[in-house]
């Protein structure tokens, strides 16, 4: 039989509140849930083969360098990636993001150059951009979403320029939730001679990603979004690209000789890997991909389609509520922005906490976005597969109860 319940799996969605409830936790866009076969893997880690990866000769140094590369191989398969060596293991998005911009960013771009964001991306994404532009006197284009949140590949063909290098963009906005058309984005960009990275924070924990049939050049995301501990993530590089850049962090395990003067490293991605690495983390996410491979990623997209389809219908039925964003099926996945007439998102989610239902509220770290919608923040509830209908029904309910408790009058 089919397994349609996942709640069981998840010790912190069993647990119960003062008042007897479990949480709906609808943040996943934020941080996901951590599964027992994650936290026993950590656990056993930490139990039985704690050392520093790379390291030592002895018995549990040696387990967990395999441990540790045995998990380079998981996600190289996870995502499609041609060759584990294409796989740099970093502390997450934010980071990976950052080690593109600075290592191969420095190199690729110049002055009078271009690099093409867009409308929709997190300050990871804008930031360490908006500072290479900066710094290289390069400019910085921006993609503006259509109607339904979407960057179109319309848009992408018209702001491409024989000048552009870099397109970074995000595969799945935070705050909307639609899914971008980049197989097209990335053709019409490498016919221009651009690099494309793509932001996969939000897509990659909920559809299939496959780097090779996108065919983007870099990608990053983050474990903890993906049932993984936090301080571990992925940076995804085509392998003459990593071979070109240069280390940006520099320090212990990444050469093969050092004299006074000189430093000849290691190949990529070891290079990239200065330091003591965070062996917990990475033994974690190679334990939340099997479990993700267990269930599946195309059963996981079914579910919380379902879901998605099941909360746009409750949520709209909620008087003065507004929807951002549209779209539905392949073009957009379970994160939902929505405001409250009158209310402000913060009381909005106050509200809502007090009936044990999480969601968030703010700009998300998307401020250009904010500004390009006209509004100054958002609620956002965000699903995984192991929500249920009733997370969202308890949703729905809550937020009924809003304009009545803030003294408001009925909705
Ligand atoms: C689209 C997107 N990109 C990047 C990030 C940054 O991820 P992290 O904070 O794990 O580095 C997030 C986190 O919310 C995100 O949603």
């Given amino acids: ?106 190199q690729a771009v110049g002055q009078g150059d271009e690099i093409l ?133 520099l320090g212990g395990g990444i050469v093969e000789e050092v004299t006074q003067q000189t430093v000849r490293y290691l190949d990529a991605p070891w290079k990239f890997e200065a330091g003591t690495q965070n062996a917990e983390g990475v033994i974690g996410l190679g334990a939340a991909i099997d479990y993700l491979e267990e269930v599946g990623m195309p059963a996981i997209q079914e579910i919380e389609g379902r879901l998605t389809r099941y909360a746009l219908e409750k949520l709209s039925g909620v008087s003065g509520i507004r929807l951002y964003g549209g779209g539905t099926g392949g073009t957009r996945t379970g994160i939902i922005s929505f405001n409250i007439d009158g209310v402000h998102p913060h009381d909005t989610a106050t509200v809502l906490a007090s009936h044990g239902v999480a969601v968030r509220a703010g700009h998300h770290c998307a401020q250009p976005l904010m500004a390009h919608m006209g509004v100054n923040a958002t609620c956002r509830m965000s699903l995984y597969f192991y929500n249920t209908e009733e997370d969202i029904d308890r949703l729905a309910a809550a937020l009924k109860t809003v304009r009545g408790v803030l003294g408001l009058g009925p909705q």
């Fill in 117 to 249: 964001i867009s409308v929709l991306e997190h300050h990871s994404n804008l930031l360490p951009w908006q500072r290479l532009a900066r710094r290289t006197g390069a400019t910085l284009h921006y993609l503006i979403p259509d109607e339904s949140g979407r960057i179109t590949a319309e848009e992408a063909a018209q702001k491409l320029t024989p000048r552009t290098k870099i397109v970074a963009i995000t595969h799945v906005s935070n705050v909307l939730g639609c899914v971008n058309p980049i197989r097209d984005i990335a053709a019409l960009a490498h016919e221009k001679g651009a690099v494309v990275l793509l932001d996969a924070a939000q897509s990659a924990p909920h559809i299939p990603v496959d780097v090779q049939a996108l065919d983007v050049d870099f990608l990053a995301f983050s474990g903890h979004k993906l049932l993984a501990p936090a301080g571990v993530g992925i940076l995804y590089g085509k392998k003459e690209l990593l071979r070109r850049m240069e280390p940006l962090r």
């Fill in 1 to 106: 039989m089919v397994k349609t319940d996942y709640k069981g799996d998840f010790p912190l969605l069993l647990q119960k509140d003062g008042q007897g409830r479990a949480i709906a936790y609808l943040d996943n866009a934020a941080t996901t849930q951590k599964p027992r076969p994650v936290i026993d893997a950590v656990r056993t880690y930490y139990e039985t083969y704690n050392a520093n990866p790379h390291r030592g000769a002895y018995d549990i140094s040696v387990r967990v360098t395999e441990a540790f590369e045995e998990v380079r191989g998981k996600v190289a398969r996870f995502i499609g990636a041609a060759d584990p060596e294409e796989i740099v293991f970093t502390a997450g998005t934010t980071d990976s993001i950052n080690l593109a911009a600075l290592s191969y960013g420095e």
